[in-house]
């Protein structure tokens, strides 16, 4: 008899964007003349750069050949990205990184979910709230979160991240965490970690032989030169973190997928007996039995990006949206609605006014103004009555999107 994963029944069905989708086309249908405005889902919208164009094109001639094919490339990733990554990405930060310490992957969804499979299933982790749900449905399926109970996994620890608290996660003083997840800049809520507070972590991590898996697929949109790119940036911190990172924000990369994972050789977990063991040993270990590579067209794709054209465009792009975050953040608050983020990441978290619930609000939004935001609620029991926009959508869709919720706001 063929048995179930039972673990896999015990995830909660996460329907937050169908129940988005559900609800505007429900409206839609009502108001066939309404044009609604997304500013819900956190999927780019601008075209893939010049740079990035020109070497997949010239990857995928190079296919074309019997001396220029490609088949199974190294699990690893090829040299020449891992490279690139390590002289733009980390070297200019003071960091120093060996080449096999980079594991390029097919985007930062896999590898955040999948990283986890390396730990013991009792480890008890611990994550912000409002969180980005792959952290937790991950650890859910290999059966590590204990049961949902009034909207919570019994078994982990929420660290809330909220206005009351000025978005800074509290380190746990009552029952230590094994393994912590952070992302900075932070998908949902937009704001970012200093490096005094990122360091308590690190520091915690280190006090308590704990684990940080430190998501930074936003670091690209960090304005501020005081704020850490990296968790590197932090002294131990490669005792004691793996980072992941992705082109799919940074340069458009949502579809073509492609990231990597920094897996430091220093760090490393206990078994039963005490010895050390080192995770980057594992982490290939486990991606050459699970993991055939990402394309070579993606990888001459992304490597595109480190030239000094490809650096460029990709700076114009993400100017661009950061231009939308700024207009955005100043006509909401003008309006005098209480905003967070938006300054170092392309998300905007709004508080609703008056306590509405998230779920209400965004029904407020979608029949006033036909304006559709991502219900705070959705990552996490600490995101309601907040909504999230993004800043990824084009110019004159969020320039119209601020007008009609301007009206709206004044009049209605
Ligand atoms: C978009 C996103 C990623 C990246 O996903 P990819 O698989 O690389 O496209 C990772 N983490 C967070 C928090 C994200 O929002």
Redesign the pocket.
């Known amino acids: 008899m063929a048995l179930v994963n039972t673990h896999f029944l015990n995830l909660q069905d996460n329907y937050l964007f169908a129940d988005i989708a559900k609800k505007v086309n429900a409206f839609k249908v009502m108001h066939p003349k309404a044009d609604v405005i997304s500013l819900g889902i ?1 999927d780019v919208t601008q075209p893939l750069c010049p740079a990035v164009i020109e070497a997949m094109h010239k990857a995928t001639d190079e296919m074309a050949t019997a001396e220029g094919f490609h088949g199974y490339g190294p699990e690893q990733g090829y040299a020449f990205l891992r490279e690139a990554i390590l002289k733009n990405d980390f070297l200019p930060r003071g960091i120093h990184l060996d080449m096999d310490e980079v594991f390029i992957n ?5 590898d ?1 979910g999948n990283f986890q499979e390396l730990l013991h299933w009792d480890n008890f982790i611990g994550v912000t709230d409002p969180v ?1 749900p ?1 952290y937790i449905d991950s650890n859910v399926m290999i059966g590590r979160c204990g049961t949902f109970e009034d909207g919570k996994w019994t078994n982990v620890r929420y660290l809330p991240t909220t206005a009351e608290n000025g978005f800074v996660p509290e380190i746990p003083k009552d029952r230590h965490v094994d393994v912590i997840y952070l ?1 900075y800049p ?2 949902p809520t937009g704001t970012v970690i200093s490096k005094a507070e990122l360091r308590k972590w690190v520091n915690y991590a280190l006090k308590n032989d704990a684990l940080i898996l430190y ?1 930074a ?2 670091q690209a949109y960090i304005q501020d030169p005081e704020i850490p790119h990296s968790i590197y940036e932090i002294r131990g911190a490669r005792k004691c973190a793996v980072e ?1 990172r ?4 940074t340069a458009g ?2 579809g073509v ?3 990597y994972t920094i897996v430091p050789k220093e760090v490393t977990v206990a078994d039963f007996e005490g010895n050390r063991i080192q995770l980057n040993h594992l982490w290939l270990r486990r991606q050459c039995t699970k993991f055939n590579g990402t394309s070579y067209i993606s990888q001459r794709a992304a490597e595109a990006i480190y030239t000094p054209e490809g650096k460029e465009q990709v700076r114009a792009t993400i100017a661009y949206y950061m231009d939308n975050a700024r207009m955005m953040l100043s006509t909401l608050r003008s309006l005098g609605y209480e905003c967070y983020g938006g300054e170092n990441a392309p998300y905007i978290w709004m508080k609703t006014p008056d306590g509405t619930l998230s779920w209400k609000f965004f029904e407020q939004m979608l029949y006033g103004p036909n304006v559709v935001c991502t219900p705070g609620v959705g990552f996490g029991p600490s995101g309601e009555g907040y909504v999230r926009f993004t800043a990824f959508g084009s110019r004159e869709r969020t320039e119209e999107a601020l007008r009609r919720i301007e009206k709206w706001t004044k009049y209605c």
């Open positions: 956190g097919d985007g930062a969804k896999s955040t980005y792959v992302c932070n998908n998501d697929a936003y992941f992705s082109f799919s924000k990369f949502t997928r492609c990231g």
